[in-house]
């Protein structure tokens, strides 16, 4: 009967409206969420392993600062004024070793060797995520972090140029390094082993635990005033940077900066875009609630006499209850459905232009979908529920 008394007096027109402004509000929503998720590792996804918004700053080299032997070290009270900034979180110093190092490794028999050099930063600035970014002495095995243009230089210049093979990421993970430390009139030969690739760091980077205890052995063992600073900031485009970086005649290395201002811009519209998606859907909601409370008001009376011959609010409630759950989940598949659609053209354009992006997979928006529907469908039954209880309660 309170089926019946449903399908009667509800109106298609406002429940069609309803739910075509309910689903555009959750494909707005589902889409800017999984398409942020889906396109922000091509900002992060090669330092995946240090913290995002960060800068590394080095004071400038110039020729009368050469000449004259001016330092161009941070003293304690820069690190402390940077410190103090409004902007900083937190700010680290790059750490040199004191002693010479080469590596070395065998390609087609060819047998290769340079000279280079090592840096380490605190390890509060690499993910604890990377569970090979350890060092212990007895091992003898070295976890190592190279710029990612170091792979392309072999690649594309010196491999190219002498016919040998290239080498991906994944391989060279996989190869261990000849690496020979010198110093203090000893030598000693331990295994390079390559964890990971950066886009951001110019630098040659292993563990500060490694760094401590090699400048021990080979080294002086004395701490030294650091040349760069590694600075994690609340906000890369806040303008206070800039301001304090000229003033102070600071620079910071290659694109860090605009990548964390694209990063910071991209969460920024993702924000707006997902902010017009949630007020339609509470337009949409509120239009699903006024044509119930219409149906309720036309069937008032009805509605009367079945609470007053023995059915439970609850009763009578349930079949309002269970249309606006019904209708919310079928927004929730269809809006699903259209995203997966929208979402392989992008990735088509995406992958095109970055191969090596690994976007994971839809649990993102399956995820808030789950969340935007369940919190809708209780509201949905409370209100529905209440207007049910003020009709009782006047008989």
């Known amino acids: 009967m309170l089926w019946k008394l449903l399908k009667q007096h509800i109106s298609v027109a406002q429940l069609a409206g309803f739910f075509l402004a309910n689903l555009c509000g959750m494909v707005i929503v589902l889409l800017s ?46 690190v402390d004024e940077i410190k103090k900034q409004p902007f900083t979180a937190e700010v680290g110093a790059f750490k040199p070793t004191q002693f010479r190092v080469s590596a070395g490794m065998g390609v087609q028999g060819m047998q290769m060797s340079t000279d280079m050099f090592f840096e380490s930063v605190p ?12 060092f212990d002495a007895s091992q003898e095995v070295i976890p190592i972090i190279v710029p990612r243009n170091y792979l392309n230089l072999y690649n594309f210049g010196f491999a190219q140029s002498r016919n040998l093979p290239k080498i991906s990421e994944g391989l060279v993970g996989m190869v261990n390094l000849d690496i020979r430390l010198m110093g203090n009139g000893q030598v000693k030969v331990m295994k390079g082993n390559i964890v990971g690739f950066s886009d951001r760091l110019n630098t040659i980077l292993v563990p ?21 600073l590694i600075v994690e900031v609340h906000n890369p485009a806040d303008e206070r940077i800039a301001r304090f970086l000229k003033e102070k005649g600071y620079e910071t290395e290659g694109d860090k900066a605009d990548a964390g201002k694209t990063a910071w811009f991209l969460k920024l519209i ?11 859907s509470i337009l949409s909601f509120y239009i699903l609630i006024l044509s119930i409370y219409l149906l309720l008001q036309k069937n008032t009376k009805k509605l009367e006499n079945l609470l007053l011959i023995g059915y439970s609010p609850a009763r009578v409630a349930r079949p309002y ?14 809006s699903l459905v259209v995203v997966c659609l929208i979402r392989g053209e992008y990735l088509d354009v995406v992958n095109g232009l970055f191969p090596d992006l690994n976007p994971g997979g839809l649990l993102p928006s399956c995820l808030v979908g789950g969340i935007l529907f369940v919190a809708v469908t209780i509201l949905n039954a409370i209100i529905v529920r209440r207007k049910i209880n003020e009709i009782w309660m006047r008989k």
Request: overall charge positive; glycine content about 8%.
């Open 270 to 280: 993702v924000g707006i875009v997902m902010s017009v998606g949630l007020i339609i």
């Open 123 to 134: 390890d509060r600035f690499v993910d604890a995520k990377l569970d090979r970014w350890k």
């Open 33 to 78: 969420v999984q398409f942020y998720k889906d396109v922000l590792p091509v900002f992060t996804q090669g330092d995946s392993f240090m913290k995002k918004d960060y800068l590394i700053l080095s004071k400038k080299v110039s020729t009368l600062g050469s000449l004259v032997g001016k330092s161009n070290t941070f003293s304690a009270g820069d």
């Open 321 to 334: 209850q269970v249309l606006s759950a019904a209708v919310n989940l079928l927004v929730l598949i269809l």
């Open 208 to 228: 500060e635990t490694f760094v401590d205890w090699a400048n021990k052995v080979y080294g002086t063992g004395q701490q030294t005033e650091p040349s760069r």
